[in-house]
């Protein structure tokens, strides 16, 4: 298990490998299928993100509302495909990392290997075990889509798996 800070650097992203489990602390950004529309025509309107971009992690997941004293509820990933005709420009610009569930396409694939990013599974169904590794949680842009906007989520031991590596190297 290699337990990782984040933001990732370039060295953390060379020294791993599809299959590694991870362990992974900091910020990570969530931002779903009508998020990443509105970032897409933001970019196609030549208008900043409401974010950087640069070597951030989106987690493709909208997390639930917390109980009492906790900073999230339920967080668990959707499915990575649906993001595909997103995660390549977005890499392009410079996206460190993705969370998420499932396979994604050879695209995809192509883009973390020339930008030297990675691409990280977690489990479906486990969407409770990832709200409680949440220890804050604050909505950063387009609030009107409720759980599904981009909120800034600080992370503390996130289990993971290396799924692509920026070698080309996958688990499916």
Do not use: Q, W
């Amino acid at each position: 298990m290699k337990k990782l800070t984040l933001p990732l650097t370039k060295n953390d992203i060379k020294n791993l490998r599809a299959g590694d489990s991870v362990m992974l602390s900091g910020v990570v950004l969530t931002a779903r299928d009508c998020a990443h529309k509105k970032l897409f025509s933001l970019l196609e309107d030549n208008k900043p993100l409401p974010f950087d971009i640069k070597d951030a992690i989106i987690y493709y997941a909208g997390p639930c509302p917390s109980r009492p004293n906790k900073a999230s509820g339920s967080c668990g990933p959707t499915t990575s495909a649906r993001m595909e005709s997103f995660a390549p420009a977005l890499i392009d610009l410079g996206l460190g990392a993705i969370i998420g569930k499932g396979e994604m396409n050879e695209e995809t694939r192509e883009a973390l290997k020339r930008n030297c990013a990675v691409y990280f599974a977690s489990i479906g169904g486990a969407g409770a075990l990832y709200g409680n590794t949440i220890k804050k949680s604050e909505c950063i842009a387009f609030p009107e889509l409720l759980s599904e906007a981009v909120y800034r989520l600080e992370v503390e031991n996130f289990p993971a798996i290396v799924a692509y590596d920026r070698y080309g190297n996958s688990i499916y």
